[in-house]
Nanobody
């Protein structure tokens, strides 16, 4: 099975920047159809950035023009460059396939990485 290891989160002030990384390992053939999801306290986990198809990139309206998703296929790594961070961006960020992979019928998620933006 694939393994997902996120890193790069931290505590930043509003307006700051972070770059998240996701290393995908295991029995994979391509690092395509990947996305970044986030879950804030009391809210559902939402897809905020996706890399699908050959080179299609899509973003949730809340992060468009501030976040950029990219990948390095030679390293099996997906990145999320975040700028202009806002307190409402505070959440645990996860990478996963789009749609999320499942293990025995249940969605599989890594540990995620915490992003906290203070005002």
């Amino acid at each position: 099975q694939e393994q997902l290891v996120e890193s790069g989160g931290g505590l930043v002030q509003a307006g700051g920047s972070l770059r998240l990384s996701c290393v995908v390992s295991g029995s994979i053939f391509a690092i395509n159809n990947m996305g970044w999801y986030r879950q804030a306290p009391g809210k559902e986990r939402d897809l905020v950035a996706a890399l699908t198809g050959g080179a299609m990139r899509n973003y949730a309206g809340s992060v468009r023009d501030r976040f950029i998703i990219s990948e390095d296929s030679t390293k099996n790594t997906v990145y999320l460059q975040m700028t202009g961070l806002k307190p409402e961006d505070t959440a645990v960020y996860y990478c996963n396939r789009v749609p999320p992979m499942t293990i025995n019928g249940a969605p599989y998620w890594g540990r995620g990485t915490q992003v906290t933006v203070s005002s």
